[in-house]
């Protein structure tokens, strides 16, 4: 067991006992019996009421510490955020738990159930899939069958409606945990003896790729750097769900270059009110932080890149484009570019959403 699981347990199992004999506990009562400081126990205490293992009795008052009862030491959901993103007929689904194995495990059984899954992919904690709108049966049971598929995906007005159908423990986490899932407006539940049938409600929500460039000088900053910065500022607003940061190298010949040529994206799943607000804020973050004034931003709704922008992305990778030629790209496929000269490198940037991490690094690889 790893150390940090053995402190969890511990500590879950000393505030149970806490909690039996005097009816809830406080931060002090902790710490002094485990003799960690106070901070540390805080931050446990936070952890395990995210998870629904703990839950808050009374708020602080005074000089009286809050109190705090320990309700379980099972999660009240393993799954953290579920959302999806709509491109025409096909879905994205996002789902982010609460460790890489169950991650893993949903990703293995959904890639051998098939169904209208299309592509799985997993990145750490994250699970991303894509899938086409309708429904194609699928066959669930015990090994080596799959324990969970996806069986549907259909549109109700502004929402996404996930059918899944399952047995064992993904059984448990469909009827019992995901509907605790920030993302999941609610869980339709159908049981027939030990199959559950499950249909999850999402908002059908915008993939938004914003590529930027350019905004470093030979004196200082590092786009990937302004990248993730931008990720954190974009993830605060409202309506908005941050997916991923992706560096990308173009032609490392190219000159004007300030160093290897390496430009960025982010990924965003966005609600349609929010759109506007988002796209001003990048914009207006990367000009006041960017270090080049030649900095650039793109930015495009979809996941599906169509021809033209691949291969714009493609020629950028080996070779030379210019900005009268990224700008007919961004006119024919749908973008915005937006500053100097970085918006050429912006646009190749996103032009490679959904490409491996490896081929996006490596401009000898394919995309």
Sequence with gaps: MSRVLERRRLLLSLMRQVT???????????AGRTSLPRSTVQDWVKRLVAEGCVAAQTDSRGRHGA???AISAMPRSTCRRVFTTVDGEEVAIFHKCLSSACAGFCAHHHRVAGGVIESVERDGNLLRETGRLGRIPVKIGLYPRSAVGVVGLRREADLVVQELLSI???????????????GVLEVRIDRNDSLVRAEVVTRGLIHLLIGIDD??????????????????????LEGVQPIGHRVVMLDPSVEGRTAG???SYLELAVDEKARSRVEEHAVRFVGDEAFSQEWGVAIREGFRIPPPLLEFSKKARTGTVTRDEAMRTAEETGARLFGGRGAIGALAAIGTAGAPIEAQLDPSIPI
């Design 20 to 30: 039996l004999e005097q009816g809830s506990f406080g931060i002090a009562e902790i």
């Design 261 to 263: 040529n390496a430009c």
């Design 168 to 182: 064992g423990g993904p059984a448990y986490s469909l009827s019992e945990m995901i509907a605790h899932a920030d």
């Design 67 to 69: 109190r705090f009862v």
């Design 215 to 236: 905004t470093d000088t030979p004196g200082g900053g590092a786009t990937f750097a302004l990248a993730l910065a931008l990720l954190q500022h974009l993830a605060v």
